[in-house]
């Protein structure tokens, strides 16, 4: 069973800034897409971030020019930066590798809030 760890999550104020991270296993890392997905209360979840094996990145129009996704191949883990928090943010983030030949991959999830 491949297991993708994510850590990082808690509380913040609006403005600030937060950064999870997510551990994959090699065999998964070194080829698939890695991405951060997120899922707000009563609403259904949305894609946040892709990032490629070659490092090419997607992402939301919500969080361009705030959020930063990176890839460190030598530790097999996929991050997210995030900053400029606002309380539509608030969700829980969830860690996702995917291919297109074989089901995707999630994390348990780690909670987000943005809140004064």
């Known amino acids: 069973q491949v297991q993708l760890v994510e850590s990082g999550g808690g509380v913040v104020q609006p403005g600030g800034s937060l950064t999870l991270s997510c551990a994959a296993p090699?065999?998964?890392?070194?080829?698939?897409?890695m991405g951060w997905y997120r899922q707000a209360p009563g609403k259904q979840r949305e894609l946040v971030a892709t990032?490629?094996?070659?490092?090419?990145?997607t992402y939301a129009d919500s969080v361009k020019g705030r959020f930063a996704i990176s890839r460190d191949n030598a530790k097999n883990t996929v991050d997210l930066q995030m900053n400029s928090l606002k309380p539509e943010d608030t969700a829980v983030y969830y860690c996702?590798?995917?291919?297109?030949?074989?089901?995707?991959?999630w994390g348990q999830g780690t909670q987000v809030t943005v809140s004064s």
């Open positions: 990032i490629t094996s070659r490092g090419f990145t």
């Open positions: 996702n590798a995917h291919i297109a030949v074989n089901p995707d991959f």
């Open positions: 090699r065999r998964i890392f070194s080829i698939y897409t």
